[in-house]
């Protein structure tokens, strides 16, 4: 039997995520209109973003030159172009980042290792506190392949998220890989016409769900909470010469 408190905990939820942005990239291989596998698992969060009235923004990076390098305008240091400061702007704009990737031979895409290079080439900027400018946003992951890797990826996307700044919620991960090898992926047609493979898959479909929803709560409790609080994290007032409780080396 459905437990009464966990019924009346999600009957009763009125959350207003209005407020919120959110950025989906998807780091597929293939650039548009060419059908995307990782675009067609991203659906199952944009799905519920939109329908919370989070405002959405969806980029697939292929489609742009990013130029390879960790600064954040590579045109400054040799590149004939680099797309990457337009893209920075959504990227900064949003409450939520829910980066898509394909698994290729055990790995993130190309694409993505070049998203997350380019990411890191912000994480020296600091937000108006002081913090590192990706304190109070939050970001999760979703992964298609066709081989195993969906926990190996998210846990190096998800470090580097992390590891720049971003809040990672509880179980902000999600994928699809069908049968290792050569076959169907994500969402083609299935040949005895009756779907489409993948999306019956409760699984894929429950987990997909569950990091949406997290990642949504954990961006409305940092917002209401006007982010993380920035003692004991100021990058500027540690230059300034503030310690926060750290011990003296000297006395130690």
Known sequence: ??????????????????????????CTLKPSPDGSHTDKLLGIPETILVRNDVSLEQVRLVDHTIAPGVYPDMTQHGAAQ?????????????????????IWLGEKSSV????????????????????????GKVGGCIVTGNEDGIK??????LYSLQHVGYTIPPQADAGWIGE?????????????????????????RRNSTFAT????????MLK?????????????????????????????
């Open 1 to 26: 039997m459905l437990d009464e408190t966990q019924q009346k905990l999600c009957d009763e939820n009125t959350t207003d995520f209005s407020d919120l942005t959110a950025l989906t990239i998807n």
């Open 82 to 102: 680099d797309d990457w400061p337009a893209i920075w702007e959504k990227v900064k704009a949003a409450d939520i980042l829910i980066i898509g990737t394909p």
């Open 112 to 135: 993505c290792q070049r998203l997350i290079e380019r990411l890191y080439a912000h994480s020296g900027q600091t937000n108006d506190k002081g913090q590192y400018i990706f304190y």
């Open 152 to 157: 190996h990826v998210a846990m190096g996307v």
């Open 180 to 204: 290792a090898g050569p076959g169907p992926s994500y969402g083609d047609a299935k040949e005895d016409g009756s779907g489409y493979v993948g999306f019956d898959n409760d699984f894929t």
């Open 213 to 220: 929803w997290n990642l949504m709560h954990m961006a409305r």
């Open 224 to 252: 209401n909470a006007g982010g993380i609080p920035c003692h004991g994290n100021s990058v500027d007032l540690w230059k300034e010469g503030r310690r926060f409780d750290a011990p003296n080396p000297e006395y130690r």
